[in-house]
C-alpha cells in the first residue's frame, strides 16, 4: 500500500473518529504524522482502527493504528491533531 494512499486513509478515518463527539465538526488539521511499520501486499485484508484519545474545546488527539493478519501485525500507526474550535 502506497504512503500517500496510507495517510490518507489515516487522515480520514481519524476525522471520522472526531466527528463522533462534541459538536460533530470535521476540524481542521494541526499536526499529522504517520510511522510506516510494515508493507501491505496485493491481497492483504486490512483492517483501521481509529480513536479520540482525547477532545477538548479547540484540540482534538487521535491515533490510529492500521493492522493486517486479524491485527498481528501492524501496518502503520498515526496520530493526529486536530483544531476542532467552536461551530457557529
Do not use: Q, W
Request: net charge positive.
Amino acid at each position: 500500500m502506497h504512503g500517500g494512499f496510507t495517510s490518507t486513509l489515516i487522515d480520514c478515518v481519524s476525522t471520522y473518529a472526531v466527528m463522533t463527539h462534541g459538536n460533530n465538526a470535521a476540524g481542521v488539521s494541526v499536526d499529522l504524522n504517520v510511522t510506516f511499520m510494515k508493507p501491505a501486499l496485493p491481497g492483504d485484508v486490512v483492517t483501521i482502527d481509529a480513536k479520540t484519545v482525547r477532545a477538548g474545546k479547540t484540540l482534538a488527539f487521535l491515533a490510529v493504528d492500521v493492522t493486517k493478519n486479524e491485527g498481528k501485525d501492524i501496518i502503520a500507526h498515526g496520530r493526529h491533531t486536530k483544531f476542532i474550535g467552536l461551530s457557529k
